[in-house]
């Protein structure tokens, strides 16, 4: 029986399986633990203002976003782990939550300390974060305390909306609110919680005609929710959300017609659409925030999660293996609150953003805080979403990354499904299935749009279907220890940016000249520093026409994303250019028409991954070859 479809509420194509069915392995639970043994393993031993003062944990410090902010990352990164000391961390943010709700049924710090005081007296906000914490909590520990406590909470709120509608930040983000509602939904089915979602939707900025009919063509300039870069990040999900409410198939049509539209005026190389602080335009020298980037890593897990569409894991692997380590420094001890594509410095300076001069820096608390609490769940929530179930009693890969996954299929039996792989810094991907009897059931593999020749054997036969919503289905009776060998091979593609420059991409990741990086501490701390970084290199190369590109292949290290243990390089040719020029602290937009220094030769250059290389160009010109 289709449970949620009878309730009301249309059926999600697939299913998140609860944190903790899923682990990582390889490179990626090496990143995790680089995570834990960084920033957010320790951040609250060295940030006020996720310390012990925190009002979340009964202070009177910061009582907004920031403390939910970090246990939105912090929480599936302790369980994922199994790490018994960030669970102890996590323990305390979570009992006091839960022993803060009072006879009404709100909860948390008291509303009055709210660092928006325009809001009023009711700032929705930093509750709705903290109910998406304690729906991973209560997956992964089955607490039977949670699934009360939101509802007696919901009952609260959808009386006091009437009086206290959502403006501002939670007008913005209303679609996160209702991912918790639907949550708290398909497991007790009452009817009152669809009369609050409709309550929330009606009052949530209409994402959806927005992204029907973009309207944000130019770079902005103003402030406006609707055109914050973190807000669209979080809003591109909100008109599939609605869809399951109101079934309007022109609202599902508008998450396609909205992407487009954000990478045609405002797409950058790395997969992300500019933001600094608002949409950008297509200059490679403009940023995009942190939290803009694991924002929109969630709301492609989500996508993929409503849709079922294959689409939304490119796009989610391209942001996740480029934008997202570029970003923070390989030890996981700073991070940017804006990187730009063609980086060149990052130094105190005045760029052409809205954000600060320090915004580019690497730090603790670079230009605003709320990327030093955010950024911590995107690795995590990556590795959670790294396999769905399907409807039919099936399994549903958004991306093959190491992992093993844990899941109940075929009506009820228990699986175990291994991942063996270096991707994306290799083609070739072995899945090994456990199982205690036979069972029949499909295994839905994605087919990247990047990847025209997938090649699949089940058992060393080979195995040939069409692609369907970016999926190959595999339904067969499986036995134990089956094996699906994957090859994906991945091919040099050049993609054409604005005036005639070119991006390069092989499989889900760009690639980028490094640049020679100088680290300058320029504020001491005890153990999380700030930094400019200067280059020692020169940049200001044009890729040649015609030029092939060498493929070398390197030992994959412990933290693959740093320019010396790069795991793969591309080797090919370039110029050193005399008009391309620094402009405004930044490197200038590529030259349309790139002039080499006079009796430059061409030169061999080794483009590495995007996220290995903190100071690069990841955006060329391109040169006739004289």
Not at 71 to 98: C, H, N, Q, S, Y
Not at 265 to 282: C, I, K, P, V
Request: glycine fraction near 6%; charged fraction near 25%; aromatic fraction near 12%.
């Amino acid at each position: 029986m289709n449970k949620t479809k009878k309730l009301g509420l249309k059926e999600t194509a697939f299913h998140s399986l609860p944190l903790g069915s899923i682990k990582p392995t390889g490179w990626l639970r090496d990143q995790l633990e680089i995570q834990a043994n960084g920033l957010t393993g320790y951040l609250d031993e060295h940030w006020e203002d996720v310390g012990p003062n925190n009002g979340w944990l009964g202070g009177d410090g910061d009582s907004w976003e920031r403390g939910p902010y970090y246990l939105d990352g912090l929480l599936p990164l302790a369980f994922l782990l199994e790490d018994k000391r960030l669970i102890e961390k996590v323990t305390p943010w979570i009992e006091w939550t839960l022993s803060s709700q009072k006879e009404d049924g709100s909860f948390g710090p008291t509303h009055m300390k709210t660092v928006n005081t325009e809001v009023g007296e009711q700032d929705w906000w930093q509750d709705i974060i903290m109910l998406k914490v304690l729906t991973q909590y209560g997956e992964v520990t089955k607490d039977e305390r949670i699934i009360p406590f939101m509802t007696n909470y919901f009952s609260y709120m959808k009386e006091a909306l009437e009086d206290f509608p959502l403006k501002d930040w939670h007008e913005a983000r209303g679609a996160d609110l209702l991912l918790s509602i639907h949550w708290l939904y398909e497991r007790t089915g009452e009817a009152n919680l669809l009369e609050l979602a409709e309550m929330v939707r009606e009052q949530t900025i209409d994402w959806s005609r927005i992204f029907a009919k973009f309207p944000y063509w130019r770079k902005q300039t103003d402030w406006d929710h609707r055109t914050h870069v973190v807000n669209v990040a979080m809003g591109i999900k909100a008109p599939a959300v609605f869809y399951r409410q109101t079934e309007n198939e022109w609202e599902k049509k508008a998450v396609y017609k909205g992407i487009q539209s954000l990478m045609t005026y405002h797409g950058q190389a790395h997969g992300m659409f500019s933001g600094d602080e608002w949409l950008s335009g297509t200059h490679p020298s403009q940023g995009v925030e942190l939290c803009a980037v694991v924002e929109y890593m969630f709301s492609m897990e989500n996508l993929i999660r409503i849709l079922g569409d294959g689409i939304f894991g490119d796009i989610l692997e391209k942001v996740a293996f480029n934008a997202l380590p570029a970003t923070i420094s390989p030890e996981w001890d700073s991070h940017q609150y804006d990187q730009q594509v063609n980086q060149v410095m990052c130094h105190l300076a005045k760029r052409p953003w809205s954000n600060g001069p320090e915004a580019n820096m690497f730090g603790l608390e670079p230009h605003f805080g709320c990327c030093t609490a955010n950024m911590h769940q995107g690795w995590p929530k990556f590795t959670t979403n790294l396999w769905m179930s399907t409807n039919d009693g099936g399994i549903a890969a958004v991306s093959y990354a190491p992992c093993s996954v844990k899941a109940t299929v075929a009506g009820g039996q228990e699986m175990e499904l291994l991942v063996k792989s270096h991707y994306p810094f290799r083609e070739q991907v072995s899945i090994e299935l456990k199982l205690k009897e036979k069972a029949r059931f499909p295994i839905l593999l994605r087919v990247p749009n990047w990847c025209t020749n997938m090649q699949v054997s089940v058992n060393n036969e080979v195995f040939r279907a069409e692609p369907e919503n970016g999926y190959i289905r595999l339904e067969r009776e499986w036995e134990l220890n089956d094996q699906i060998e994957l090859i994906l091979p991945m091919e040099v593609q050049l993609e054409e940016r604005n005036n005639y420059a070119v991006s390069v991409n092989r499989g889900p990741l760009v690639y980028v000249l490094p640049i020679g990086e100088q680290w300058v501490r320029v504020q001491e701390r005890e153990r999380f520093h700030d930094w400019e970084i200067y280059p020692t290199s020169a940049w200001r190369y044009a890729l040649l026409q015609g030029m092939e590109f060498q493929v070398m292949k390197q030992p994959i290290h412990s933290q693959p994303y740093q320019p010396e243990h790069a795991p793969i390089k591309l080797v090919t040719k370039g110029r050193l250019l005399s008009n391309w020029i620094m402009e405004k602290n930044s490197a200038a937009e590529p030259p349309k028409n790139p002039k080499p220094y006079k009796n430059a030769p061409a030169e061999t250059l080794e483009l590495i991954p995007y996220g290995c290389a903190r100071l690069r160009i990841g955006e060329f010109p391109f040169l006739k070859d004289e």
